[in-house]
């Protein structure tokens, strides 16, 4: 039966929705995490041990979800995590991301990994743009990616700093989700039981990392047009694991606008990335796909925003679902969160339209809860709601 956003009504809907259409091997890379999942199933774990204490008896007709996030205006407390790839899931699935933002008045990130390019994005979604770039070897490379973002008129450049190399992730290795993508007996009986996707992808080709074109060339094998899964394992030798501090004090003094730092969870980093200059940090584990046992991104929140002390905005990613999810970290301190597979489920299951449906159900979730906490802004959020229970 085709999918009809109308009809998901909690972003698992929207989830399980993913997994109908995706082979498994392409929904797995999504949804999975490193190793046991320990930190991917406690990133959630963490907003159901922390519950809410409601206010009452408060004139709740008007509810004002907006908040300025770096210096502009954002409709809710939220903006798009980068997700590379996505384009496995839906040819133009990064675009349909990036209009359901503007649609909905908050800013999009477009990962380096992305399926769609710099350029692409920057035409097709009217709305607040920010660009994220992992750390390349090839400093030509990543001075020329960066560069594009800035004459493309990006207003923040986004440096994800917990991938100096690839987390483990054994459900890719399990379903032959690696370099090279290869057809095994499994896999052709899992691409066969999935007619609309490869029907999908046969008409459009397969996806391509847009923004990594010519990254190949200094490697052994060039490819000016590596496909998505072969690029996973290159990328990933590309990487610059020597990336440090006095390397990105460099990008700092180098990139004219926003530079947010998102990965951290350490608050003697988010210490120095306030000292530093930098203009947000986003607290992070990577949806739990890096590394595993780190601790869940709302159980190191209060450590940072302990830290940065109010001098700059603390962002939050990692397991956001629902709109009391974002409630408790903003309660927490946060100042808005970012969404990774709640919009990634969405837009795989039915483009722009599920996409537009995951943002509309987090902020019918948030202004609901809001209401039944009798909070009437953002700014009424505060840690005063929080109860946690003693077990
Ligand atoms: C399929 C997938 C691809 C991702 N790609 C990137 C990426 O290219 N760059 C990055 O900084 N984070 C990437 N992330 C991590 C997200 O930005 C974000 O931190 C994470 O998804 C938040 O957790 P959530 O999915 O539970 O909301 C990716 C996550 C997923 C699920």
Known sequence: MPFSAASAYAIEDLRRAAQQHLPRAIFDFFDGGAEDELTLRDNRAAFARLRLLPHVLRDVSVINTG???????????MAIAPTGAVGYGRPGGDIAIARA???????YTLSSSATTSIEQIADAAPGRLWFQSYIFKNKTFQAALIERARVADYEALMITVDLPVGGKRERDQRN???VPFKLTPKNTLDFALHPAW??????????????L????QASPKPSSTPSASAIATSVGKNYDTAFDWDALQKLRDAWPRKLIVKGVLHPADAQRLADMGCDAVVVSNHGGRQLEGAVATLDALPGIVQAVDGRIPVLL????RRGSDIVKALACGAQGVLLG???LYGAVAGGQAGAERAIAILKDELTR?????????IQEIEAGLLFEPKR
Do not use: H, W, Y
């Not at 933002?101 to 800013?107: E, Q």
């Not at 490869?198 to 923004?211: F, K, S, Y």
């Not at 074109?213 to 190949?216: D, H, I, M, Q, S």
């Not at 990613?317 to 956001?320: H, L, M």
């Open 341 to 343: 597979r709640a919009t």
């Open 317 to 320: 990613d990692g397991g956001i």
């Open 67 to 77: 908040i300025d996030l770096l210096g502009q205006p954002a409709a809710l407390p």
């Open 213 to 216: 074109r010519g990254l190949e």
């Open 369 to 377: 809860t809001m209401q039944l906490c009798g909070a009437r802004s």
């Open 198 to 211: 490869v029907l999908n992808v046969l008409r459009r080709g397969l996806p391509v990392m847009e923004n």
């Open 176 to 178: 032959d989700f690696s």
């Open 101 to 107: 933002a503007a649609a909905a008045g908050i800013p």
